[in-house]
């Protein structure tokens, strides 16, 4: 039994965290790749499906902003199961979630229903809300210094994530013809079951008196320049992630690009947001959380102005990749920012506040970016990402003056 479980200076509801915290972090790493590419599937079939079956070609990007409206209806919900029932009570229900998009985008498929795909993109947002959970869980397994690198660790499983889910669409797309992807969608409900039979051995401790309390009201919490800041600049990296990955499926189509690059374009570009995982734990911890966001921010900046030099495969490539990276620093960055606001007993309703805003403005986003890359084009899609861009890297300065005057006084 390691020294951190058995210490007398913790509670007995951190030593349980601590006692099982190598366990749960490995398996919630293990269900973050399964389920991740439940999400991959989404967004390289979403736009393609949705400009089949939509009766107006501006409507093809819709399914994938319902998504993003399921993270965020869902976040809070997930939040609150979790404070009553414990967090993995909210991993299966998850599960489950995951399992009815998958079902339901295979009938919607075979019977030509958009409006079914739009449900169940949604049950897919839902299964993704919860999923991102599991960094904040595995952050709470573990003693506070060693919190950022089990963050990082369990996003790293989005790593396989990127493998598994573009090949699973490239291997099974054409297996029910001529219902494409009717086969994808059942494979994805496949892997979620997996994910949910890894999910049962997590073990957590059920939620104390205090946890169930919720301790000070969240408009206090809110009010925090700290929280404010890590909301913004989560807000910023998830928002132009998804800006950019909803549409550009679709503008690499239109641009007379096969399928099959949109694929791999999207296979890399989820490795590219999950590999730096490895690392960024540790580079949070040497640098500060505010640093690694402020990269973030300049690499996400970067893969915009690739993708304004052309349209060929490697532009597209380049931009998908480089968006990747900056996601990953800039939103694990504000994660380990979060972690920094809230006490113990507040860390599912921070948490899952902090999500839900995330995910709500990201749904803003997602449903402007079909509708402009359909009316002006794949260029006016990336120029207007650095307005927010702009905007966090103020915060951030702003944040980081505001320091320097208090020490100084």
């Known amino acids: 039994m390691s020294q951190a479980a058995t210490s007398p200076e913790l509670d007995p509801l951190d030593a349980a965290h601590y006692l099982h915290g190598r366990g749960n972090v490995a398996r919630l790493t293990i269900a973050q790749a399964l389920a991740g590419a439940n999400s991959v599937v989404v967004y390289a079939t979403g736009s393609v499906v949705g400009n089949a079956l939509a009766p107006d070609p501006a409507l093809a990007t819709l399914p994938i902003s319902i998504f993003v409206v399921g993270m965020a209806a869902c976040t809070l919900p997930a939040g609150a199961i979790a404070q009553r029932y414990g967090r993995r009570a909210a991993f299966l229900a998850g599960t489950g979630a995951g399992v009815l998009v998958g079902l339901l985008s295979a009938l919607a498929v075979l019977v030509g229903s958009f409006w079914l795909f739009c449900l169940a993109t949604f049950f897919g947002g ?14 709470d397994c573990v003693e506070p210094e060693k919190r950022p690198r089990a963050l990082s660790l369990v996003m790293a499983g989005g790593v396989f994530a990127g493998v598994i889910g573009p090949q699973l669409v490239t291997h099974t797309m054409y297996l029910w013809m001529p219902h494409m992807f009717a086969a ?7 892997v979620a079951a997996v994910s949910a039979l890894v ?9 104390s008196l205090e946890e169930r309390a919720g301790g000070r009201p969240l408009g206090v919490i809110a009010r925090q320049p700290r929280f404010v800041l890590a909301v913004v600049c989560g807000v910023v990296s998830y928002l132009l992630m998804n800006f950019l990955m909803t549409a550009a499926p679709l503008a690499m189509l239109m641009c007379g690009l096969p399928q099959e690059a949109a694929n791999d374009g999207l296979q890399w570009h989820v490795i590219a947001m999950y590999a730096p995982s490895f690392f960024t734990g540790r580079l949070i911890t040497r ?10 921010l300049a690499l996400i900046g970067a893969s915009a102005g690739i993708g304004l030099l052309g349209i060929e495969v490697a ?8 968006l990747g990276v900056g996601w990953n620093f800039g939103f694990i960055g504000a994660s380990a ?3 920094e606001t809230h006490r113990p007993e507040e860390r599912a309703r921070v948490q899952s506040l902090n999500d839900f805003i995330v995910f709500g403005t990201m749904a803003i986003g997602s449903f402007l970016s079909g509708g402009l890359l359909n009316a002006y084009g794949w260029s006016m899609v990336l120029w207007l990402s650095f307005v927010p861009l702009a905007l966090a890297a103020l915060a951030l300065f702003a944040m980081a003056g505001m320091r320097r005057r208090r020490t100084a006084g």
Not at 199 to 207: E, K, S
Not at 315 to 322: A, D, E, K, Q, V
């Open 199 to 207: 999910l049962l051995g997590v073990r957590l401790p059920a939620p």
């Open 184 to 190: 994808t969608f059942l494979a994805q409900a496949a």
């Open 126 to 139: 839902a299964y993704a809300a919860v999923v991102l959970s599991f960094r904040f869980a595995a952050a």
């Open 337 to 339: 920012m979060v972690l």
């Open 315 to 322: 532009h597209f490539w380049g931009t998908l990749i480089l």
């Open 287 to 296: 640098f500060g959380a505010s640093n690694v966001v402020l990269s973030g």
